[in-house]
Nanobody, 125 residues
Framework: QLQLVESGGGLVQPGGSLRLSCAASGFTLDYDNIGWFRQAPGKEREGVSCIRRTGSNTRYADSVKGRFTISRDNAKNTVSLQMNSLKPEDTATYYC??????????????????WGQGTQVTVSS
């Protein structure tokens, strides 16, 4: 069974950090671009960060630049999102997804086919 599973979410105070992981089972991530997206209640799903299959290119939403870092470990078949200096507006459900496009994209409509179930991130004091 092909599956993507996100983990690492939780409740954190403003200014804190979390590290999200996206793990694949049943297939290898070696040939996929990986995107991280988030969706807050009542809002559209938005791109947070993505990394190309080779790791040679990464993209970040302006709102997270300098605070979030995406990385991949093909040996472990995982992609991580290190989130520092978290703000209340980062509160959302975070999803990872795979795409076979030439390069990664921050648009959830650009060829992302497999999606995880999401992990909740809540930033609150």
């Amino acid at each position: 069974q092909l599956q993507l599973v996100e983990s690492g979410g939780g409740l954190v105070q403003p200014g804190g950090s979390l590290r999200l992981s996206c793990a694949a089972s049943g297939f290898t991530l070696d040939y996929d671009n990986i995107g991280w997206f988030r969706q807050a209640p009542g809002k559209e799903r938005e791109g947070v960060s993505c990394i190309r299959r080779t790791g040679s290119n990464t993209r970040y939403a302006d709102s997270v630049k300098g605070r979030f870092t995406i990385s991949r470990d093909n040996a472990k078949n995982t992609v991580s999102l290190q989130m520092n200096s978290l703000k209340p507006e980062d509160t959302a459900t975070y999803y990872c997804a795979t795409s076979r496009a030439w390069d990664c994209s921050l648009s959830p409509r650009d060829g992302y086919d497999y999606w995880g179930q999401g992990t909740q991130v809540t930033v609150s004091s």
